[in-house]
């Protein structure tokens, strides 16, 4: 069984107190904060613990970051796990798959000729199915491009020319890395969008989910959304994180150790030196996965890391806000890092834990590296540094889909640290893997049958993609692995699943 792999497991200490976690003081937190955003101009305000809240009023009850986001932003002075509430939205994010219909329900209960209620807060990015000769899909990028003209919609990535990407410059490429490389994504604010995995955001330190159709269709009309605030499951991550390891680990060890209906309809709140210590991509992939254990979002509290990201992308003023030291927590759980193995989530599902070393009779048909999971720019680096490191060539078939248009151009044009001046695509090369493609989801959620690297056939695929369950790259007897980049690149090397220290220690 997954829950028995890592089930008693020293590293992990579940706690209901939080006196005994070892978190530093509130009031320090509050100094350093303040302190360190008095310069910027950007900032309109500091939410720091312990303080008013941002919405009217004062604090009576300490709480989390997501209940002060949400209180802020239905006008309200406090809220509590379970109230049910009008949000205004910061910003609404659709792509290319729900899209058509979010505006199609607009349209029906609003009126043929409604205009939207902002269309400068609404963000459409083609991704999903783009680059295949499918008509229906196709069709709906027409759609979508007919919407934002007629809605007048400012942020409307498009694509015209399927024949190379690259002569679309408005063009971007996977939804939930674009909102970030874009500044759509701001601390304190309430981002949603028509795609599950739009808890990626909450990186930023701000609420962020996925909604459907019908939801969105009536967002696009009045900027509102009833929701029921979630109760908040913390995360507390220390050590020192071994060279070896990445967040997808993280995440898959959080995953496995709670299941994947562990963190229904809450907040998975993450903090911790580890946390601390790792790079917004990172970040990203953690918040990422959180719907795999059935969150509804989730969040890091913002520092100097996502200040400088977000300060470089966007002029807008933003409000970061931090759970108050009195804020109330349904589950505390902490996890001693440095001791922390490379892990995978077997099929069919991302909490099937298995240590990645425990796994090395397991052989496999091919490797794919990309999706808004892994295949960010850092992603590429580390599975150019470990390719670089061993000097060997793939055994299997390794595709590789950069996220966006920036993460392609990265992957050519940066040299990846200690190899020399080399680029991501110059190793690749070197290292057997097949061109780096197209930016797009890809097959990571199947897709048409032409999509590029899409599981045709019943085979076993490692991925850097976020979920494993029959058919979701293709085939529906297709096995899927879920790895870190370090893992799949190792892994490619072996034609089986192998533990990355084999080749980075």
Sequence with gaps: ??????????????????????????????????????????????????????????????????????????????????????????????????????????????????????????????????????????????????????????????????????????????????????????????????????????????FATGIGNTDAGFVLGTGKILLKVPPTMRFILDGEMPSYLQAKDLILQIIGEISVAGATYKTMEFSGTTIESLTMEERMTLCNMVVEAGGKNGVIPPDATTFNYVENRTSVPFEPVYSDGNASFIADYRFDVSKLEPVVAKPHSPDNRALARECKDVKIDRVYIGSCTGGKTEDFMAAAKLFHAAGKQVKVPTFLVPATQKVWMDVYALPVPGAGGKTCAQIFEEAGCDTPTSPSCGACLGGPADTYARLNEPQVCVSTTNRNFPGRMGHKEGQIYLVSPYTAAASALTGHVTDPREFLQ
């Excluded at 459409?124 to 680059?131: E, M, S, T």
């Design 1 to 206: 069984m997954a829950s028995s792999v890592i089930s008693s497991s020293p590293f992990l200490c579940k706690s209901a107190q939080q006196k005994d976690l070892g978190f530093p003081k509130s009031s320090q937190i509050s100094v350093h904060r303040c302190q360190k955003r008095a310069i910027s101009r950007k900032i309109v305000s500091v939410m720091a613990p312990q303080r008013s809240s941002s919405a009217t009023g004062s604090v009576k009850t300490g709480m989390t970051m997501t209940e002060k986001i949400l209180a802020k932003a239905a006008e309200k002075s406090q809220v509590v796990p379970g109230d049910n509430i009008w949000v205004n939205v910061d910003v609404l994010m659709t792509h290319d798959v729900c899209g058509p219909g979010a505006f199609g329900i607009f349209k029906r209960e609003f009126g043929e000729k409604a205009k939207v209620w902002d269309p400068e807060k609404i963000v459409v990015i083609p991704d999903h199915y783009i680059f295949t000769t499918d008509k229906r899909a196709n069709r709906n990028v027409d759609i979508m491009r007919e919407h934002c003209r007629e809605q007048n919609i400012k942020y409307f990535y498009d694509i015209t020319d399927l024949g190379d990407f690259r002569a679309n410059p408005d063009y971007k490429g996977v939804c939930h890395v674009a909102l970030a490389q874009e500044g759509h994504c701001r601390p304190g604010e309430v981002l949603l969008g028509t795609d599950s995995h739009t808890c990626t955001a909450g990186a930023f330190g701000q």
